[in-house]
């Protein structure tokens, strides 16, 4: 399986971002696809995650609100509409998926990964 981000971007505080994640072989039975991100000096923090099956979705409290997780079957992409950014949200996101039991966004921070696409909120 193949990831490819895009759409990461310089944001300001209060504005709105949405990155894509393209992904080969896709299929929307049984995975755990997601989001997480890792700034300069940090750990892997998980973002958020969606089951391709049934469309549930799990976020991160501190984005919760504020951040939307989807896919788009035809498409074969998922994607993260982050809105009401903060500078905290600067950070690497990488575009993960897993077979873990538990879809959430922990689990997702363990998944097979892209390159990354870098969000910069000033």
């Known amino acids: 399986v193949q990831l490819v981000e895009s759409g990461g971007a310089s944001g300001q505080v209060g504005g709105s971002l949405k990155v894509s994640c393209e992904v080969s072989?896709?299929?929307?039975?049984?995975?755990?696809m997601g989001w997480f991100r890792q700034a300069p000096g940090k750990e892997r923090e998980g973002v958020a995650a969606?089951?391709?099956?049934?469309?549930?979705?799990y976020y991160a409290n501190s984005v919760k609100g504020r951040f939307n997780i989807s896919q788009d079957n035809a498409k074969s992409t998922v994607y993260l509409q982050m809105r009401n950014l903060r500078p905290e949200d600067t950070a690497m996101y990488y575009c993960?998926?897993?077979?873990?039991?538990?879809?959430?966004?922990?689990?997702?921070?363990?998944?097979?990964r892209g390159q990354g696409t870098q969000v910069t909120v000033s």
């Open positions: 993960a998926i897993t077979t873990a039991r538990v879809c959430d966004h922990v689990s997702i921070t363990f998944g097979e």
């Open positions: 969606i089951y391709t099956t049934d469309d549930s979705t």
């Open positions: 072989e896709y299929t929307d039975s049984g995975f755990c």
